[in-house]
Nanobody, 113 residues
Framework: QLQASGGGLVQPGGSLRLSCTVS????????MAWYRQAPGKQRELVAR???????NYADSVKGRFTISRDNAKNTVYLQMDSLKSEDTAVYYC?????????WGQGTLVTVSS
């Protein structure tokens, strides 16, 4: 089970940190990712991190977002800085291990003045 939290309303230029806590599986083996889906658009990959901690980012968020994981807390984070209105979306946590994957419920991020 994946439980995401941390979404909310923030002004342009502000910051938010999303968290996704995983239960019921061996977290340290999982590749983790954050996706987002804006209204009327397809779901897109935002950032991912391997089981060994190597991150990868979409070009649109490079230099602004940071993905990290804490295996002791079974949690993956997405630190979002310098937020823009185009970052407004529902953000989803995702885990994958071999042929198995799970989506978490979304958390809404709204960037607006």
């Amino acid at each position: 089970q994946l439980q995401a939290s941390g979404g909310g309303l923030v002004q342009p230029g502000g910051s938010l940190r999303l968290s996704c806590t995983v239960s019921g599986i061996i977290f340290s083996l999982q590749a983790m990712a954050w996706y987002r889906q804006a209204p009327g658009k397809q779901r897109e990959l935002v950032a991912r991190i391997t089981s060994t901690g190597s991150p990868n980012y979409a070009d649109s968020v490079k230099g602004r977002f940071t993905i990290s994981r804490d295996n002791a807390k079974n949690t993956v984070y997405l630190q979002m800085d310098s937020l823009k209105s185009e970052d407004t979306a529902v953000y989803y946590c995702y885990r994958a291990y071999k042929y198995y994957f799970t989506w978490g419920q979304g958390t809404l991020v709204t960037v607006s003045s």
